[in-house]
């Protein structure tokens, strides 16, 4: 029976510990800053990009992986007959899955390309529980059901501070923008079935911890939650205050707190905040 390998691109919140534990193989996407293209997990962390971000002459540009980036991952990871199951973020906010696709056709492996229609931490959430599939004898189809259901009992929740970054991307428009300014809007996203949508958005930080408090509500009252994640862009004090709460609604959970990839926070922008949790 051939061996299942698992191949993501980078802006899956795993851990260190997990990329090494489940043997995954990260295809990376770029950023280019002031006419300077830097490959994420190569040439640039996670940590060290907002401090880049904030000194840039203009707004980073986020790449996906070229096909080529793909395709020699998969039939390195084929070239013993393996069969790869490869996970990308949402198609809403990048093209990474259509490159994955076109890689599989074009290479000799037998390629499972699946939109994971989250990102981040919640993304992770799958491919480990597909992982776990896989370890336990599970074929390709049985890991792809897992990460249905997964996805199916998962929560993105992701705190805007500032909309300059959403409105120089033109993800929302400059009128949006100028009003945020003058009013200190904050705005509440939520991934649903792979889009970003409004959950709500109010005046200053009390709105947002307010916002917080409803969203912990539900998870407290809620079926059983199975993980937890934050991820941030330089939020520290708003990650403190969010995790110490989290805690101790659910002190037996072990919180993955990360600052999140190049590609996020670029959309994002400083003092963004986001919750990912799944539940039974």
């Given at each position: 029976m051939s061996k299942i390998k698992i191949v993501c691109d980078s802006s899956a919140g795993l851990t260190e510990e997990e990329i090494k534990k489940y043997d995954i193989t990260i295809v990376p996407l770029t950023v280019m800053i002031d006419g300077t293209v830097y490959t994420e997990r190569e040439t640039i962390t996670n940590d060290q990009f907002p401090g880049m971000m904030e000194k840039a002459k203009s707004l980073p540009k986020?790449?996906?992986?070229?096909?080529?980036?793909?395709?020699?991952?998969f039939d390195k990871l084929g070239a013993d007959g393996s069969q790869v199951l490869c996970v990308c973020m949402m198609e809403s906010i990048s093209g990474t899955v259509h490159a994955a696709e076109q890689a599989a056709n074009m290479s000799s492996t037998d390629v499972t390309v699946v939109d994971s229609h989250t990102t981040d931490r919640c993304m992770a959430f799958q491919i480990i529980e597909a992982a776990k599939v896989i370890e336990n004898g599970g074929s390709v189809e049985d890991a792809v059901a897992k990460m249905q259901d997964v996805f199916s009992k998962s929560k993105l929740f992701l705190a805007i501070d500032k909309l300059d970054n959403l409105v120089a991307g033109g993800r929302v428009n400059r009128f949006a923008g100028t009003l945020s300014k003058l009013l200190n809007i904050k705005v509440m996203l939520e991934i649903k079935d792979g889009e970003i949508t409004i959950d709500s958005k109010g005046r200053g930080t009390k709105y947002i911890h307010k916002t917080w408090e409803r969203i912990l509500k539900q998870m407290a009252d809620g079926p059983k939650v199975k993980a937890i994640?934050?991820?941030?862009?330089?939020?520290?004090?708003?990650?403190?205050?969010?995790?110490?709460?989290?805690?101790?609604?659910?002190?037996?959970?072990?919180?993955?707190?990360?600052?999140?990839?190049?590609?996020?926070?670029?959309?994002?922008?400083?003092?963004?905040?986001?919750?990912?949790?799944?539940?039974?």
């Open positions: 986020t790449s996906q992986p070229p096909i080529g980036k793909f395709v020699e991952a994640g934050i991820s941030d862009v330089q939020a520290t004090k708003e990650v403190a205050w969010l995790k110490e709460r989290l805690e101790k609604l659910f002190p037996d959970i072990d919180i993955v707190v990360r600052e999140t990839v190049p590609i996020i926070a670029t959309h994002t922008g400083m003092g963004a905040n986001s919750l990912h949790y799944y539940t039974e």
